[in-house]
C-alpha cells in the first residue's frame, strides 16, 4: 500500500540552527501538506501546495520558515533559524482527486 | 476563526462497551467532516468522512453523525476492544475554490479502552 514518506523521524537541534525536513507524498497525489502539530493539540496547517505552486501558506512564519516543491513531487521544508518554541511534531500529508488526506509519520523536532 | 472543540478530558471505557466522542463546532458548517485515528508518535489515519448533508455514516463498528443545526459530530466504537485505544481527531474540510480543501482538526480525544 503506497505511503507518505518523511525523513528524518527524529531531529534534535540547538536554537538559531538551521533544520530541514523531507517529504515524498503517495505517487500520483497533486496536493501536499505540511502540518505542525504541538503535544495534545491537532495538527495545525502550515503550507499547502497544488502540484508546484503555493496556494495557502497564511500560517506559515515566512521570517523563519520556508517551504518548496520545485518539481511538484516531493518537498522540503525549512526552519532557520530554529527556536525553542518550534519544538513540535511536523506532518507531511498528500491528497489525490477525493476528500482523505494521507498523513506521512512525521518529524519530531525538539530544539534545545 | 472556526473552533472545534472535542471531550476535553480523555475517555475511559471498558471491553465491550460503546464509545461516544463528540466534535463542536462554531461557526460556519464544512462540506465535510472527517474523523482520524492518531496513535503516539504516529500521523493520523482516516476512519470516516460525512457529507454536510447527510445525517449518519456507519463503518463496521463505526459511527458518525451530523448535525448541522447543533454543529456538532458524535463518533462512536461499538464492541470497543483495548486496540482501539488512540487518541481521534475530528476534522473540518471547507472546499476553497482553487484550492482544493482546507482541514482544520479538533484538538483529540484520547480514549482508554480497558480489558
Known amino acids: 500500500e503506497a505511503e507518505v514518506a518523511q525523513s528524518p523521524r527524529y531531529k534534535i537541534t540547538e536554537k538559531s540552527q538551521a533544520v530541514a525536513f523531507w517529504c515524498d507524498p503517495i505517487?500520483?497525489?497533486?496536493?501536499l501538506y505540511w502540518y505542525r502539530q504541538i503535544l495534545g493539540q491537532g495538527p495545525e496547517l502550515l503550507v499547502q501546495f497544488q502540484d508546484e505552486s503555493v496556494v495557502d501558506d497564511s500560517q506559515l512564519p515566512k521570517d523563519r520558515f520556508s517551504a518548496e516543491r520545485l518539481k511538484g513531487v516531493d518537498s522540503t521544508l525549512k526552519i532557520q533559524p530554529a527556536e525553542l518554541g518550534d519544538s513540535a511534531m511536523y506532518l507531511c500529508?498528500?491528497?489525490?482527486?477525493?476528500?482523505?488526506?494521507?498523513f506521512g509519520p512525521g518529524t519530531r523536532l525538539t530544539v534545545l | 476563526s472556526q473552533k472545534i472543540e472535542q471531550n476535553s478530558e480523555a475517555l475511559n471505557i471498558q471491553e465491550g462497551k460503546t464509545a461516544t466522542l463528540t466534535c463542536n463546532y462554531t461557526?460556519?458548517?464544512?462540506?465535510?467532516l472527517q474523523w482520524y485515528r492518531q496513535d503516539p508518535g504516529r500521523g493520523p489515519v482516516f476512519l470516516l468522512l460525512i457529507r454536510e448533508n447527510e445525517k449518519e455514516k456507519r463503518k463496521e463498528r463505526l459511527k458518525v453523525t451530523f448535525d448541522t443545526t447543533l454543529k456538532q459530530s458524535l463518533f462512536h466504537i461499538t464492541a470497543s476492544q483495548p486496540a482501539d485505544s488512540a487518541t481521534y481527531l475530528c476534522a473540518l474540510l471547507y472546499l476553497i475554490y482553487n484550492q482544493g480543501g482546507k482541514l482544520i482538526f479538533g484538538q483529540g480525544t484520547e480514549l482508554s479502552v480497558k480489558p
Open positions: 505517487s500520483g497525489h497533486a496536493t
Open positions: 461557526n460556519y458548517s464544512p462540506a465535510y
Open positions: 500529508a498528500s491528497s489525490g482527486q477525493g476528500r482523505v488526506q494521507f
